[in-house]
């Protein structure tokens, strides 16, 4: 369960089954949706269960979705763009969020590096990571304001960043040297599922890892939305830090 500010009243329900989420959306006029599956099957009906009830759906998506592609060129951006089109279809006010690679997905490397001073993982290209909190930011933002409706944000981070970059700053920040080792997909796949993260996801992240192409690209969406400036990368080791003590 997420930890949440006194006061916020949770509501549960399952996203696979949309019979679930009507006593949660009762009263609800605007949907935050994260689409934790890797395929759109099942989205269809909760789309119907959310468009019987509230009037306006912010969607987290991803900053690779390539609008003037047939096909995206690996699975997870595929999943997005099945996910946004059937979201246009919905007949639901929409706002879409397309998000560069979080920077909390650098917790996955938190038993790696209280095991020793090594990351291992796959090559990917270097990409503006941007801070959890500055999502959620332009989520609540866009959340409680009209003005968004039909609107594609890609948001980054300030800054691009490999992942040996990302590595070692989070050294930096908890005072000890450690470095990013490259390997090959076959080892990859055993250090993420040795992470925890589950076998369908490993594939995926690997499948994107391969064929991601290179992106430079930084937006200044965040600080258009919010006033306020992406925060950076070494902003998020600090908040971190304890994560990798
Ligand atoms: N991470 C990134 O860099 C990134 C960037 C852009 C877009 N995205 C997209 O954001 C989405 C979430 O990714 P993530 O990395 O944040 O994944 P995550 O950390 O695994 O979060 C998934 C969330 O979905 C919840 N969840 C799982 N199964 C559920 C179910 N059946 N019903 C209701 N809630 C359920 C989980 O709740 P519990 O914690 O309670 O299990 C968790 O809060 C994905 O579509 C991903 O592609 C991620």
């Known amino acids: 369960m997420a930890r949440l500010p006194e006061g ?5 329900g399952d996203l696979s089954v949309p019979e679930t ?26 789309l119907a269960t959310i468009a019987s009830a509230a009037r306006h759906l912010v969607y987290l998506s991803s900053s690779g979705v390539n609008e003037d592609a047939e096909r995206q060129t690996d699975p997870i951006n595929q999943l997005h763009a ?10 639901l006010e929409w706002t879409i969020l397309r998000a560069n690679t979080i920077a909390s997905n650098a917790l996955g490397w938190a ?32 959340l409680t304001s009209d003005k968004h409706a039909s609107a594609k944000y890609v948001l980054t981070g300030p800054q691009v960043l490999s992942r040996a970059e990302q590595v070692r700053m989070i050294g930096e920040a908890i005072g000890r040297p450690l470095r990013f080792e490259r390997v090959p997909v076959q080892v990859a796949r055993e250090q993420m599922l040795a992470d ?48 990798f003590r």
């Open 82 to 91: 099945d996910m946004e089109s059937l979201i246009e279809a919905s007949g």
């Open 111 to 142: 038993g790696q590096i209280r095991d020793g001073g090594v990351v291992r993982g796959p090559g990917i290209a270097p990409t503006a990571v941007i801070h959890q909190r500055d999502v959620a930011a332009v989520a609540v933002r866009v």
């Open 8 to 12: 916020v009243e949770v509501a549960e």
């Open 21 to 46: 989420l009507e006593r949660a959306l009762t009263g609800i006029e605007t949907v935050f949706l994260v689409w934790p599956f890797l395929t759109s099957n099942g989205a269809s009906a909760i």
């Open 196 to 243: 925890g993260r589950p076998p369908a996801l490993v594939e995926a992240l690997l499948a994107s890892a391969e064929t991601r192409p290179h992106s430079d690209l930084i937006t200044s969406t965040v600080e258009e939305i919010t006033g306020a400036a992406a925060r950076t990368f070494r902003e998020w080791t600090v908040d971190h830090a304890d994560d």
